[in-house]
């Protein structure tokens, strides 16, 4: 071996030398521990530190009986769709209600993702992320129940064709003129989500969780088409278990609300009110932007679309559904202290609030 390969050799066996002290020893936890320093304190609105506590059991239960709904949207029997059954202005008729619809349930979606991901912020509990986690995957089932729907009737739908008819026309510009509406409000949200605490917030969606399931059901009953009656049992399956999460919620919460909070919930319960009133009603004017076609363009759909089979209640009974859905809400919430706003539209007696569009939470 010459001198340089000795010097390499000797070079490499040093490398390998074991260092100082035993290595085989464990370290000592204690002196570590002395030279230890506690990181910064975390930021609000972060996600850690993690935790997985539970404090309203009921709400495990929920979320377990979610892990499997039961149903998918693309095996719906959407086979027995036969546009070719309908008229142009049946078609044009049916895929705008769904339209309508896909206002409040195409930014489900995103309303309780967002929700999903505040949940984590506020170090909620355990379960209450998992039910929010359940929720968004099931809104997204329902948006895809109305993209499905209307991309059957109007491919190309709801804004990207061209009506052949007067009627088909109107069914555009009014669904135009609602997602003017939807976007206005979901700027709102966006605003509103971290401005408000847990009761405001869950106080609003029990009440578009409430007026859903009084839909659907509603619709399942009505309904002579088979693809649709299937799917508004399933939605409406759905629908009602959201319903309980916000309920489990709520029971727990609503006890240790200040005036302040109930005084804020009043006004939303109104604003909630007047915004879902566009699907479960009639839109009132007082909130919605609209211009003075979309009511009497409304009905004539709705007619249409009922002559088709979509099952849509008459404005009566549609007003006796709300009256009823919303009497459910105020007796949860009046033991607590709540005052009940007056909802004339439905014959409901209680305080008149006036509230700020641009400062409540809107319901979607």
Known sequence: MDGTATQSAQHS????????????EEPDAEAILFDGAAPPPFPDLNIFPLSWRTETPKLNELYESSRDPGWNPSRLPWHTLNVEDY????R??????????????????????????????????????KC?????????????????????????????????????????????????????????????????????????????EVASATLFNG?????????????????????????????????????????EQRTMITKQIRAGFVFLSAVLYEPPRDFWELPPTFNDANRRLEEVARSAGLGILTL???RENWRNAVLKMKGLLEPHGIVFPALPEVGIDGESVAFDPEDIIPVF
């Open 132 to 208: 929010f986690f359940s929720i968004t995957r099931d809104e997204m089932h329902h948006e895809e129940v109305c993209g499905r729907a209307i991309q059957t009737l109007t491919p190309g739908g709801p804004l990207g064709y061209v009506p052949e008819t007067m009627l088909g026309k109107l069914a555009q510009n009014n669904v135009q003129w609602l997602y003017h509406n939807g976007a206005r409000y979901w700027d709102s949200f966006k605003n509103a989500v971290h401005k408000y605490p847990l009761p405001i917030l869950f106080t609003s969606f029990l009440m578009g």
């Open 13 to 24: 066996a040093d490398a390998l030398r074991i260092p100082p002290g035993n290595p085989t």
């Open 219 to 259: 619709m399942y009953k009505s309904t002579t088409i088979p693809v649709f009656k299937e799917a508004f049992r399933c939605i409406g399956q759905d629908e009602a278990r959201h319903m309980g999460i916000c309920i489990a919620v709520l029971e727990r919460i609503l006890p240790a609300l200040t005036d």
């Open 316 to 318: 009566e009974q549609r």
């Open 92 to 129: 044009y008729a049916l895929a705008y209600w769904w339209g309508l619809l896909s206002t409040f349930d195409g930014s489900g979606p995103v309303v309780f993702a967002r929700t999903m991901i505040h949940t984590f912020e506020t170090h909620e509990e355990d379960p209450v992320r």
């Open 87 to 90: 008229t142009l202005d049946q």
